[in-house]
Nanobody
Framework: QVQLVESGGDLVQPGESLRLSCAASGTPISFSAMGWYRQAPGKERELVASISSVGITIYADSVKGRFTIPRVNAKNTVYLQMNSLKPEDTAVYYC?????????WGKGTLVTVSS
């Protein structure tokens, strides 16, 4: 049974940094593409960042240069390092895993950026 558990969401001020964690269990992440999506109130869920099993990364234009998605296979964990946070980054952030065509989702963690 694959499980993804996000953590690290918090209330921060604009300009601050935050790191989200996604701990996977039930399967090693080393063979999987991992990603972070977010959903803001009243908006559709959108891709924030993804990283393939070989380390190729993709970022939404809105977060390029501010966010990174490191993965540590030995810890079976993928992170979302978020710098220079803006109020428009406020959302519930979801971790995803794509393993052999199957998509798995975590339950999400809330990030609020407000002064």
């Amino acid at each position: 049974q694959v499980q993804l558990v996000e953590s690290g969401g918090d209330l921060v001020q604009p300009g601050e940094s935050l790191r989200l964690s996604c701990a996977a269990s039930g399967t090693p992440i080393s063979f999987s593409a991992m990603g972070w999506y977010r959903q803001a109130p009243g908006k559709e869920r959108e891709l924030v960042a993804s990283i393939s099993s070989v380390g190729i990364t993709i970022y939404a234009d809105s977060v390029k240069g501010r966010f990174t998605i490191p993965r540590v296979n030995a810890k079976n964990t993928v992170y979302l390092q978020m710098n220079s946070l803006k109020p428009e980054d406020t959302a519930v952030y979801y971790c995803t895993m794509n393993l052999y065509g199957m998509n798995y989702w975590g339950k999400g963690t809330l990030v609020t950026v407000s002064s």
